[in-house]
């Protein structure tokens, strides 16, 4: 059963469009000083490399506001200005080029200062996320979720006043259930696209584990256009969550999906070391990268109760025994598979498929 999306407006980012029926773009942050071009050019390089739509770099000053110039230029993914505090620098953030604007209602929010920013940002025709945080919130409510939709659609009518209608909605808590709770509200008050994402999620695994369920939740519901997964971590980590949440919930189609037990005490191989040098090589090979098309399924089993089941349902698949396992493709066994030799045998059938 598919999913069935919110229906949205769609906007333009760059080369990336969101809304509509386009599907969902994943993005990050870079993660150092936006005034160190090469650094930020390095770091961008390596995001489209892993899969990357969409980067934002922060701009505390007007020396990362000029740097915005010249990573414009260089840079293969768009770029989106993320301002806090000094409207003027998302004037000069225009100025250079980007491809989006990043405004924090709870530290941007003077009228004739949003004016001037809508104004400059439809003359350039490039869209404006309205992107609140729980911990940057100007306006109270009877919940942190009733304060970030307050917020935030507060400053839609703000810019919908001055005729700006090219914006992104985003309304990010630390916490799950509070970020659940105003994107389904917002969800039902306007048709702008919605960036997801929890804030302030922590380390990898907690990070991780957050986001997943928070975004999960809501793509489900069919809620949520573009999607960033915020870790305390490199932001690599971050395309790789982002990428995995999606293809759980069938929205997206990349490489070989890896199915694989758990292991119990039936399982008599290292099975886990197995699906970690598969996964390793899936990972670093230029024959395995993302398509477009279905991705194959590979089934990665030592056990006997599930084991001949799952490896013939899938498209390759290999079902242990005590020493050696028994080769499935298309769900016909083909030949015995020595524990040692399964992962080479396993990545030259998927390059024979």
């Known amino acids: 059963m598919g999913i069935k999306r919110r229906k949205t407006r769609i906007v333009k980012i760059g080369t990336c469009l969101i809304g509509g029926s ?49 990573i414009k230029k260089k840079s293969c993914l768009p770029l989106v200005a993320d301002i806090h505090f000094n409207w003027r620098l998302a004037i000069k953030a225009i100025e250079s080029g980007v491809d989006k604007i990043r405004l924090n209602p709870g530290n941007i929010y003077r009228k004739e200062e949003v004016a001037n920013i809508a104004r400059a940002a439809a003359a350039a025709g490039i869209p404006i996320r309205v992107g609140a945080n729980s911990g940057s919130l100007r306006l109270r409510g009877a919940s942190q979720a009733d304060a970030m939709v307050k917020s935030v659609m507060d400053y839609v009518r703000m810019l919908e006043k001055n005729k700006f209608y090219n914006i992104v909605l985003s309304l990010k808590a630390s916490n799950i259930m509070d970020t659940v709770a105003a994107y389904r ?121 599930n084991g001949p089941g799952e490896a013939k349902e899938a498209d390759i698949g290999v079902a242990f025994g005590k020493k050696d396992g028994l080769l499935f493709k298309k769900g016909k066994p083909v030949r015995k598979v020595d524990f040692s030799s399964c992962v080479e045998v396993l990545l030259d059938q998927m390059r024979r498929l």
């Open 22 to 70: 386009h599907r969902i773009a994943i993005q990050s942050m870079a993660k150092v000083r936006t005034a160190d071009i090469s650094k930020v050019l390095g770091q961008i390089k390596e995001l489209e490399e892993v899969g990357c739509q969409i980067v934002r770099l922060a701009v505390k000053d007007d020396v990362d506001a000029a740097a915005l110039k010249e």
């Open 185 to 305: 509200r917002v969800a039902k008050l306007c048709d702008y696209p919605l960036h997801l994402g929890v804030t302030a999620t922590g380390a990898p695994y907690l990070g991780t584990i957050k986001s997943s369920i928070a975004l999960g939740i809501l793509l489900a519901e069919g809620i949520g256009d573009t999607i960033r997964v915020s870790l305390t971590d490199e932001p690599q980590q971050e395309i790789a969550a982002a990428a995995s949440i999606l293809e759980s919930l069938g929205l997206r189609k990349s490489g070989p999906q890896i199915i694989s037990c758990p292991t119990c005490g039936r399982c008599e191989v290292d099975l886990i070391k197995i699906v970690k040098e598969l996964e390793k090589k899936i990972s670093t090979s230029h024959v395995l990268r993302p398509t477009p098309y279905d991705p194959l399924s590979i089934a990665v089993m030592g056990c006997v109760v």
